[in-house]
């Protein structure tokens, strides 16, 4: 059974720093691209980054270029999410999602099968 678990939010000042952890169960993840994706109150799911099965590729949306690092270590079954320079419109739940595909295939969350239950992330003074 294919899971996934986000960890490693919080309450961080603006200007901090966070980094998010997804571990994935019950599938080879080698074969899956990672997505990282966000909602915050009262908007709709934005995604935020995407990393490609062998990590050798990454996308980034817009909003977060120079600031967030997508990675992944195929061997512990995990793909991070770090996130610098955090400001309050960084505020949102944060869910990773698998697609079996190669390469990463987008940042519109249709294109992933499986999710993971989310992890807040608080930016505020």
């Known amino acids: 059974q294919l899971q996934l678990v986000e960890s490693g939010g919080g309450l961080v000042q603006p200007g901090g720093s966070l980094r998010l952890s997804c571990a994935a169960s019950?599938?080879?993840?080698?074969?899956?691209?990672i997505g990282w994706f966000r909602q915050a109150p009262g908007k709709g799911r934005e995604g935020v980054s995407c990393?490609?099965?062998?990590?050798?590729?990454?996308n980034y949306a817009d909003s977060v270029k120079g600031r967030f690092t997508i990675s992944r270590d195929n061997a512990k079954k995990t793909v991070y999410l770090q996130m610098n320079s955090l400001k309050p419109e960084d505020t949102a739940v944060y869910y990773c999602?698998?697609?079996?595909?190669?390469?990463?295939?987008?940042?519109?969350?249709?294109?992933?099968?499986?999710w993971g239950q989310g992890t807040q992330v608080t930016v505020s003074s």
């Open positions: 990393i490609s099965s062998s990590g050798g590729s990454a």
């Open positions: 019950g599938f080879t993840v080698d074969y899956y691209a």
């Open positions: 999602a698998a697609k079996q595909w190669r390469l990463c295939p987008g940042l519109g969350d249709y294109l992933f099968d499986s």
